[in-house]
């Protein structure tokens, strides 16, 4: 069965391929991105196992004995693996210039023996019908609006706003101009590498800065909590020229406002005028001009002769919906060899062009822009002479390479360069034809070259901070607070190590002098690979124990809901243990985050609009918010949704709205701490509070539901010693505080309904 799943973005599709791959005893699906393939990988190996699933990209071969399940990006996907179902994602990238030929391919013959699905934009019913006649086409409806904003000033952007920009000077110009403005930018374009560029999106998820500058890189492949796409050019160099982008294009990009049942909005940015009417009108109802012919290229390959080869790949198609792809970074890396003389008399039979072939394929990362002497074609060309020379390619030579690139000094168009060739490193690191590998210690050479990445990664991330991001607002946070509370209790480890009203909580000082345990040898991993959950301990510093050993730490991730683990290195332990280990305890934190959010309602729960908003933005913060922040969603909420958040738990209070289950001794502190949370902290500025249950007024950081508890006795005139107590502070300071209460913003919200009786807070609203 053939079956076409196309709609706008935001409509489900990926996940509802991936929900029916697992329904198969095997499976297969081809991404578009790296980051994406990742992604998905371990979401999959996390539900069904990392033995029974595999990851293929350019980069990463990851294939147990015996998968079940193939996470792939499309160039990568083994299709001599039979498999029942397979599934190609973003099938409208056949109309791309350069990679367009390869997703026309797996349009026309990748499939599965039992279900194949191919999954795009609806632009590509009509020519799907001329290529696969069979199909069954499936329209999906996107799960939200789009709506058109006009045009906006940089001072007037909406927060969770997303400014896009066609060039890496452009994006650093508009960050820099944010910066001045509004503290602080957080950057992605394409170049950067997936830990780098997560890095940067956890700043925007985390609500570090406000506003995210991007390239059209956040078109495709990246999830993130978007109200407002602002386009800041119109106009994109496509490689050949500069040209208007088409609407289509506009809609990709535009399409990553909103999220889930979340609506969103597009804009321009002054002095841009708004979009042309028609152009709106088509990105907010998603109706484009259908895609009429796709890239094509001759997959039947004469192999027998260089000139054969490149006759074969000057063939062009016999239907009219096709058009020859002639710009292929593969093709002309081939013309560009051809041309050397010793190149084609080692060129000289059927095993040798296939192997100059091969080489051709190796991705230029670095889009022929390198600051480095040798260019890409001179590195195929020396790959390729010495992989006839002997079976691998030389230690040495290797290793030069590689000493040139691990350094993190220089600005960043140096860093983006040296990161972009070590992409390349690890791409032949990692690949393998049928007969050998192009490296012998295959893996000790793709855990050196990642080693390099994360380092430069790590470097260029701290650089675009330094210049992007004002440094009061960075400093909201730190590595330990991206895991935020969820068991993800190490916030509260870091309250209680920082904040000396909070240090007298634990009883045996602090749990960040326990050191771990010493392993002699593996043997552990394997048992802690396949340990339940529940075996699993976070301490108050993040540290993740196991048995009293431990294992890793939980660190910034995607957001506050999407942790990272970092592996604590252990002797004996190799890199791919490593990596196992590391992809088991990123599933136990994404299922620790689960845990913690349990008490709200699920977003999707039939909710409407401004109730949805309210638990989002809930779960984004963990159980508690300022009420002030929450205006419009508060004064748009039914009373009957009202009444059904306030029987799931949810309090509606003065200062906050907030669920007091999530602000229990059990939610808020690590195990080592046996006592309530305290009321009331002096602010130590690297700590959010908010994340933590907290409101911070005046240098006080008061806890939600204490903070309504204040404001209640204030409400009845309690004497100045009875608030003190309350707060365990001085009656001066209480003073103080009760001042700098009255005049929090939050108090004039929403002015109460008067209810009868002394449990009208057991009732879900603040007395």
């Known amino acids: 069965m053939l079956r076409a799943l196309l709609g706008p973005t935001n409509t489900g599709k990926t996940h509802a391929a991936i929900e029916r791959m697992l329904e198969h005893e095997s499976g297969m699906i081809g991404l578009p991105l790296r980051l994406l393939a990742r992604e998905v990988y371990d979401r999959v190996s996390a539900r069904v196992g990392e033995a029974a699933v595999a990851l293929v990209t350019g980069e990463e071969k990851r294939i147990p004995p015996r998968p079940r399940h193939w996470v792939c990006t499309v160039e990568a996907m083994p299709l001599d693996v039979p498999v029942d179902f397979l599934a190609v994602d973003e099938i409208q990238l056949g109309t791309h210039r350069q990679r367009g030929h390869v997703f026309t391919q797996r349009i026309q013959h990748a499939r599965g023996r039992r279900e194949t699905w191919l999954l795009g934009s609806a632009t590509m019913r009509p020519i799907l019908r001329r290529l696969c006649a069979e199909a069954v086409i499936d329209s999906r409806p996107r799960l939200s609006t789009l709506s058109d904003g006009g045009s906006l000033a940089l001072a007037a952007l909406p927060p969770r706003s997303v400014v896009v920009a066609f060039s890496a000077p452009r994006v650093y110009e508009l960050a820099e101009r944010i910066r001045a403005k509004r503290g602080g930018a957080a950057v992605v374009i394409g170049p950067l590498s997936p830990r780098a560029r997560n890095a940067q999106v956890a700043l925007f998820q985390s609500g570090e800065v406000d506003t995210l500058v991007?390239?059209?890189?956040?078109?495709?492949?990246?999830?993130?909590?978007?109200?407002?796409?602002?386009?800041?050019?119109?106009?994109?160099?496509?490689?050949?020229?500069?040209?208007?982008?088409?609407?289509?294009?506009?809609?990709?990009?535009?399409?990553?406002?909103?999220?889930?049942?979340?609506?969103?909005?597009?804009?321009?940015?002054?002095?841009?005028?708004?979009?042309?009417?028609?152009?709106?009108?088509?990105?907010?109802?998603?109706?484009?001009?259908?895609?009429?012919?796709?890239?094509?290229?001759?997959?039947?390959?004469?192999?027998?002769?260089?000139?054969?080869?490149?006759?074969?790949?000057?063939?062009?198609?016999?239907?009219?919906?096709?058009?020859?792809?002639?710009?292929?970074?593969?093709?002309?890396?081939?013309?560009?060899?051809?041309?050397?003389?010793?190149?084609?008399?080692?060129?000289?039979?059927?095993?040798?062009?296939?192997?100059?072939?091969?080489?051709?394929?190796?991705?230029?990362?670095?889009?022929?822009?390198?600051?480095?002497?040798?260019?890409?074609?001179?590195?195929?060309?020396?790959?390729?002479?010495?992989?006839?020379?002997?079976?691998?390619?030389?230690?040495?030579?290797?290793?030069?390479?590689?000493?040139?690139?691990?350094?993190?000094?220089?600005?960043?168009?140096?860093?983006?360069?040296?990161?972009?060739?070590?992409?390349?490193?690890?791409?032949?690191?990692?690949?393998?034809?049928?007969?050998?590998?192009?490296?012998?210690?295959?893996?000790?050479?793709?855990?050196?070259?990642?080693?390099?990445?994360?380092?430069?990664?790590?470097?260029?991330?701290?650089?675009?901070?330094?210049?992007?991001?004002?440094?009061?607002?960075?400093?909201?946070?730190?590595?330990?607070?991206?895991?935020?509370?969820?068991?993800?209790?190490?916030?509260?480890?870091?309250?209680?190590?920082?904040?000396?009203?909070?240090?007298?909580?634990?009883?045996?000082?602090?749990?960040?002098?326990?050191?771990?345990?010493?392993?002699?040898?593996?043997?552990?991993?394997?048992?802690?690979?396949?340990a339940p959950h529940v075996r699993f301990v976070v301490q108050g510093d993040g540290r993740i124990w196991i048995d009293e050993r431990a294992v890793g730490r939980l660190v910034r991730g995607a957001g506050r809901l999407h942790p990272e683990v970092a592996v604590i290195d252990h002797a004996g332990v190799g890199a791919g243990a490593r990596l196992r280990l590391g992809r088991r305890l990123r599933a136990f934190a994404r299922d620790l985050v689960a845990e913690l959010l349990a008490p709200l309602p699920p977003v999707d729960d039939g909710l409407g609009p401004a109730a949805r908003g309210i638990v989002y933005q809930l779960q984004q913060n963990l159980g508690s918010c300022a009420a002030a922040g929450m205006r419009p969603q508060l004064e748009a909420l039914p009373p009957p949704e009202r009444r059904r958040l306030v029987a799931d738990g949810i309090v509606f209070g003065r200062l906050a709205v907030f669920a007091p289950r999530l602000l229990s001794p059990a939610a808020l502190l690590p195990p080592e701490l046996d006592a309530q949370a305290p009321a009331c902290l002096p602010v130590d500025e690297i700590i959010p509070y908010e994340a933590l249950g907290y409101l911070v007024i005046d240098g006080w950081a008061l806890r939600a539901d204490s903070a309504e508890d204040l404001a209640r006795d204030m409400a009845r005139g309690a004497p100045l010693p009875v608030l003190a107590r309350g707060l365990g502070m001085a009656p001066a300071q209480a003073a103080a505080q009760a001042a700098a209460l009255r005049a929090a913003p939050g108090l004039a919200l929403a002015p109460r309904r008067r209810r009868r009786g002394r449990r009208a807070g057991a009732r879900g609203v603040a007395p």
């Open 214 to 530: 991007a390239t059209d890189a956040i078109g495709m492949g990246l999830n993130l909590d978007v109200d407002a796409v602002v386009f800041a050019d119109l106009r994109k160099w496509d490689g050949r020229e500069t040209r208007a982008l088409e609407d289509a294009e506009l809609a990709q990009i535009a399409g990553r406002a909103g999220r889930y049942h979340r609506d969103g909005r597009f804009a321009t940015l002054e002095p841009l005028p708004p979009l042309p009417a028609a152009t709106a009108r088509a990105l907010a109802q998603h109706r484009f001009p259908a895609d009429e012919r796709l890239f094509w290229r001759d997959h039947d390959l004469d192999l027998d002769s260089i000139d054969g080869l490149l006759g074969s790949l000057r063939r062009r198609p016999g239907e009219p919906w096709l058009r020859l792809a002639e710009d292929a970074d593969d093709a002309r890396a081939l013309m560009a060899l051809a041309r050397l003389p010793d190149v084609r008399a080692l060129a000289d039979r059927r095993e040798r062009v296939e192997l100059l072939w091969q080489t051709c394929q190796i991705p230029d990362f670095r889009q022929r822009m390198s600051v480095f002497s040798d260019d890409h074609d001179a590195l195929v060309a020396a790959v390729f002479r010495q992989l006839c020379a002997g079976p691998t390619l030389e230690r040495d030579w290797i290793d030069q390479h590689l000493e040139r690139l691990d350094r993190t000094d220089g600005d960043l168009d140096v860093l983006l360069d040296r990161m972009s060739a070590v992409r390349t490193w690890t791409y032949m690191a990692s690949h393998r034809t049928s007969r050998r590998s192009w490296v012998d210690d295959a893996a000790g050479w793709q855990a050196r070259t990642q080693a390099i990445e994360d380092r430069l990664s790590d470097a260029l991330h701290e650089k675009l901070v330094q210049r992007f991001v004002a440094e009061p607002g960075r400093r909201r946070g730190g590595a330990g607070t991206v895991a935020a509370r969820a068991g993800l209790r190490s916030l509260a480890g870091e309250l209680a190590a920082k904040v000396p009203a909070a240090r007298a909580l634990v009883r045996d000082g602090s749990v960040a002098a326990l050191a771990p345990a010493a392993a002699p040898d593996s043997a552990w991993v394997e048992a802690a690979i396949e």
